[in-house]
C-alpha cells in the first residue's frame, strides 16, 4: 500500500501493487513545496505515516494537539474562532523517511506537525489553502484512515508524472475525476 500525493493535481491516490485503489481531492499548503520548520509549505519527498489518531471519533470532531476537544465542527464554532486552523475527524500524522531533506534538523516532517487531516466542509479543497498539511474532506479522510496502517508510505510529490515507475501517470490523472 502506498499513498501518493500531488501538489499539481491536489490530490491523493492510494494505490497497492500499481492499481489505483482510490482517489481523493485534497488541498496542501498556499505557500507551496518546502521542507523547511517555519515555512507553512508542504514537504515533498518519502514519508511515512507515523501515528493514526483519531480512530472512532466522529465526523467534524475537533482536534487540537493531536487530542478530540470534545467539539464538533459546525459554523457557530468557526464564527466564534474565526483564526483556528481546523483539524478535524481523523490524523494521519506523517515523519519523513530521507535524512537531511525532511527528516532530522530543520526539516524534520514530524517535528512540524505535518499530518493528513478533516477539514470543514466549506473549505475548498482541489486548490492550495493549508498551512503545511494535507487537508481532506471529513468522509474522504474517515475512509482513508480505515484503508492505512501506521508505516503506511506516502510519496509527496510536486507533479503527478513523479509517480511514473511506481504506477501510470496516465492512470493517476485519469482517476482524478
Same mark, same amino acid.
Given at each position: 500500500? *502506498?499513498? @501518493? ?11 497497492d501493487? =500499481? ?12 505557500? $507551496? ?12 519527498? &518519502? #514519508?511515512? @505515516? ?6 472512532? %471519533?466522529? *465526523? ?11 467539539? @464538533?465542527? !459546525? /459554523?457557530?464554532?468557526?464564527a466564534? #474562532? ?10 494521519? &500524522?506523517?515523519?519523513? +523517511? ?6 532530522? $534538523?530543520?526539516v ?8 493528513? #487531516?478533516?477539514t470543514?466542509?466549506?473549505? /475548498?479543497?482541489?486548490?492550495? =489553502? ?8 471529513? %468522509?474522504? !479522510?474517515a475512509?482513508l484512515?480505515?484503508?492505512?496502517? %501506521? ?5 509527496? !510529490?510536486?507533479?503527478a508524472? +513523479? %509517480?511514473?515507475? !511506481? ?11
Amino acid at each position: 500500500m *502506498l499513498l @501518493i500525493v500531488a501538489l499539481d493535481a491536489q490530490r491523493l491516490w492510494c494505490v497497492d501493487d =500499481g492499481v489505483v485503489l482510490a482517489s481523493y481531492p485534497v488541498s496542501t499548503a498556499a505557500r $507551496g513545496a518546502g521542507q523547511r520548520r517555519g515555512s507553512l509549505q508542504t514537504p515533498l519527498g &518519502w #514519508h511515512r @505515516i507515523r501515528a493514526k489518531i483519531g480512530a472512532g %471519533a466522529p *465526523l467534524g470532531a475537533v482536534f487540537v494537539g493531536r487530542r478530540p476537544t470534545g467539539e @464538533i465542527w !459546525v /459554523p457557530e464554532l468557526a464564527a466564534a #474562532h474565526p483564526d483556528r486552523d481546523w483539524i478535524l475527524t481523523r490524523i494521519l &500524522w506523517l515523519c519523513g +523517511e530521507e535524512r537531511g531533506f525532511n527528516r532530522l $534538523g530543520e526539516v524534520d516532517t514530524m517535528r512540524r506537525y505535518i499530518y493528513i #487531516h478533516g477539514t470543514p466542509d466549506p473549505v /475548498p479543497l482541489g486548490v492550495p =489553502g493549508s498551512h503545511g498539511c494535507i487537508r481532506m474532506r471529513n %468522509a474522504d !479522510v474517515a475512509e482513508l484512515f480505515e484503508r492505512v496502517t %501506521a508505516g503506511t508510505k506516502v510519496w509527496i !510529490v510536486a507533479r503527478a508524472q +513523479e %509517480a511514473e515507475g !511506481v504506477v501510470s501517470a496516465r492512470s493517476l490523472l485519469e482517476e482524478r475525476g
